[in-house]
């Protein structure tokens, strides 16, 4: 299902972009963080913040400087299914007023498994029946360098037995309470699809350690979830990714991103 008034902001950018083509986002070479540069000090404008819900948990860098009372008030302009306050209050137990415009309420996630607790809370709350079987996940092999690739996956089991992701000849198996559960895995042992990927992104680890991020991270993927997307260039981009491509990745995907939204 798509929301009209998304479509209609989209639309608008669009038309925006082709009026002043000199106005583009800088291209990959510059860099994952030149691609966000200038950003320090972004206020996004409501036409931004319902683009940024199209593109998905790759357009969460964008929202960073603008407070969570506007982003919330954006994103109920452009009607998207879950905004900031639904996932404050699902997640955190807090309303939005009760929240600083930093977003920090003392709580944040570091392993996916919790992140991904809060997020089927989200879910839960606005009705998504099997709620439970929506997990965030985290590809860490880059997480020395600043990157991390992050997807939002649908997985039907609790236990997988699967070939190692970095040693094909190791078979493991991973429950929920495994922190390597909290990866995407395409199939089984026996080649049987195990993830449907819905959406993805590579994000410099800077732009997601905070509270506010985190709840964007959920807010957005939540949004993903709800209009039924999917992701069909994820496992290229994993392989890619592990084999030493992160910083490529990014950039690509921030540049395009920030293209989109006409920043």
């Keep these: 299902m798509k929301v009209k008034a998304i479509t209609i902001f989209t639309i608008f950018l669009l038309c925006i972009s082709c009026a002043t083509p000199n106005q583009q986002g800088p ?11 200038g950003m320090a000090h972004l206020i996004l404008s409501p036409f931004q913040i319902a683009a940024g819900l ?11 400087s603008t407070g969570v009372h506007e982003i919330n008030r954006g994103m109920a302009e452009a009607q998207a299914h879950v905004i900031l306050d639904d996932t404050y209050e ?32 989200v879910l839960k709350a606005y009705g998504i029946h099997d709620a439970d079987r929506y997990i965030l996940t985290s590809i860490d092999t880059a997480n020395r360098e600043g990157f991390t690739l992050f997807a939002v ?22 429950t929920k309470n495994d922190r390597l559960f909290y990866e995407p895995f395409e199939k089984d042992i026996n080649g049987r699809s195990l993830d449907t990927v819905v959406d993805w992104a590579g994000l410099p680890r800077e732009d997601i350690k905070t509270q506010k991020a985190q709840a964007l991270l959920m807010t957005l993927a939540a949004n993903t979830v709800i209009e039924g997307r999917k992701s069909t260039d994820y496992w290229e981009i994993e392989r890619q990714w592990i084999a030493g491509e992160f910083q490529q990745i990014t950039e690509k995907k921030l540049s395009s991103v920030r293209e989109k939204m006409n920043i």
């Excluded at 996956?153 to 991973?174: E, G, L, Q, T």
């Design 90 to 121: 699902s997640a955190y137990g807090r309303r939005l007023f009760e929240v600083p415009e930093n977003g920090d309420t003392g709580e944040v996630f570091r392993r996916m498994k919790h992140a991904t607790q809060r997020f089927q809370k």
């Design 153 to 174: 996956v649908y997985r039907s089991a609790d236990s997988i037995n699967v070939f190692d992701k970095y040693d094909k000849s190791i078979v493991r198996i991973f």
């Design 27 to 37: 291209s990959p070479e510059h860099g994952a963080h030149s691609a966000l540069q």
């Design 54 to 64: 199209l593109e998905g948990i790759a357009s969460l860098p964008y929202y960073m």
